[in-house]
């Protein structure tokens, strides 16, 4: 997120427009918790993960009372216009309070579960599966010593994407997404398999959101099964949040904030910028939040082509 709030200063600097900060996204608006931001105090930033503006969850914002007090304080400041970095709640807040109060919003998708409808990659995605990637690489080589399968949790609460594109990067012989019914089953019929490649280990993802349940359920019914395999589970957790973000991350960051800045300026409002196919997409804040992000079924069948 850095990289995105070092383009909207930047570019809205381009245009001769002042950009105030508001730390703690909503909850810092209502609270008046908000500087001036010029191109100095976003160097530096880029190469840093999280947020320099910090970012809070807001009950007080989905009161009538809290969205008056962001709105006087937003007027204090003269802001006509905001640039909302998050995902659906994000979205709602900002399309809520544009109908009360005429405030223009473009929001910027961030959120490494990639799960955001209107664009191909959200900001923080690609950070994610390549630490996730890294510890992936880390654990197959103590799964190839001690000949052991291991099943490794990634992040992804209602979504796969982390899950299946770091598994197929990690060679996983087995990947377990909320997206898709009976991949358990079906995991156990290609270990059941008399034409399955024997290995001496395994790697097996699984998205913490998985339907048949978390890395250590998942795999005591295997072991259950399997009674022969050495099974062990790693949970990677939050440290897919964290870190310096990738060169991909930090140029879709930048390509969103410029988006959001140029567009905001052109008039456009209650949407949100994506890229797709590699393009600038604007899409609607009730789309983005009313349709369904779908994995990526050509890479969900060549995934199960590369296990065998």
Not at 94 to 103: L, N, R, S, V
Not at 230 to 256: W, Y
Request: with cysteine.
């Amino acid at each position: 997120m850095n990289a995105c709030i070092r383009a909207v200063v930047r570019s809205a600097a381009y245009h001769n427009v002042e950009v105030i900060g508001i730390k703690r996204g909503y909850q810092g608006m209502i609270e008046n918790d908000m500087a001036k931001l010029d191109m100095s105090d976003v160097a530096n930033i880029i190469q840093y993960g999280g947020t320099m503006l910090k970012t809070a969850r807001s009950k007080d914002f989905m009161t009538a009372e809290g969205r008056k007090k962001a709105y006087d304080h937003l007027v204090k400041h003269d802001i006509e216009g905001l640039v909302c970095i998050g995902g659906n709640g994000t979205y709602t807040g900002a399309g809520i309070f544009y109908e009360e109060y005429g405030i223009p919003s473009i929001g910027a998708p961030g959120t490494i579960d990639n799960d955001l409808y209107g664009t191909d990659y959200t900001i923080g995605f690609d950070t994610a599966v390549n630490t996730a990637l890294d510890a992936i690489d880390r654990i197959r080589d103590t799964a190839d010593s001690h000949n052991r399968v291991f099943f490794i949790e990634v992040m992804g609460r209602d979504s796969g994407f982390i899950a299946l594109h770091a598994g197929i990067a990690g060679g996983a012989e087995g990947i377990l997404v909320p997206e898709v019914m009976s991949d358990f089953d079906a995991l156990i019929k290609h270990f059941d398999n008399q034409s399955r490649r024997k290995k001496h280990f395994s790697i097996i993802v699984v998205a913490e959101g998985e339907k048949d349940g978390n890395a250590f359920e998942i795999s005591k019914k295997f072991q259950a099964r399997y009674d022969n395999y050495d099974v062990r589970v790693s949970v990677l957790g939050h440290i897919q949040r964290g870190g310096k973000p990738s060169a991909n991350d930090r140029i879709l960051a930048s390509t969103l904030g410029n988006a959001a800045v140029e567009n905001l300026l052109a008039g456009k409002l209650n949407v949100c910028v994506g890229v797709v196919n590699h393009e600038v997409k604007l899409t609607s804040f009730s789309d983005a939040i009313n349709h369904k992000k779908s994995i990526d079924q050509t890479l969900w069948n060549l995934s199960k082509i590369l296990s065998h």
